[in-house]
């Protein structure tokens, strides 16, 4: 069974940057769908951020568009997610999520249709 791990949180300054990591074991994430979602506190989980098997369309929440870039190197397993311009608002648990190839735009926003989830890194922005 595929086993997601995320690294890369941290601590940073309003404005800063963080480059996040999610290592896949157990399997080839070649095939699957990748996405990031996050939970700030006392909220729901939002996706972030979404990323097809070929790397030829990638997704955004409208919140991070233009500060935040999703990537992928099959060969290495691993999924990453550029956190650029960070904001407070950004403060929050990053999940890294896979799951199949999704037919829709729409689809890849939904937590549900991913099946393999990380146990999260922290991101805390400070002003």
């Known amino acids: 069974q595929v086993r997601l791990v995320e690294s890369g949180g941290g601590l940073v300054q309003a404005g800063g940057s963080l480059r996040l990591s999610c290592e896949a074991s157990?399997?080839?994430?070649?095939?699957?769908?990748m996405a990031w979602f996050r939970r700030a506190p006392g909220l729901d989980r939002v996706f972030v951020a979404a990323?097809?098997?070929?790397?030829?369309?990638?997704y955004y929440a409208d919140s991070v568009k233009g500060r935040f870039t999703i990537s992928r190197e099959n060969a290495k397993n691993t999924v990453f997610l550029q956190l650029d311009t960070l904001r407070r608002e950004d403060t929050a648990v990053y999940y890294c999520?896979?799951?199949?190839?999704?037919?829709?735009?729409?689809?890849?926003?939904?937590?549900?249709?991913?099946?393999?989830w990380g146990q999260g890194t922290q991101v805390t922005v400070s002003s």
């Open positions: 990323i097809n098997p070929s790397a030829t369309n990638t």
């Open positions: 999520a896979a799951g199949p190839p999704l037919a829709s735009q729409r689809a890849h926003y939904s937590s549900g249709n991913y099946r393999t």
């Open positions: 157990g399997g080839s994430l070649r095939w699957n769908t």
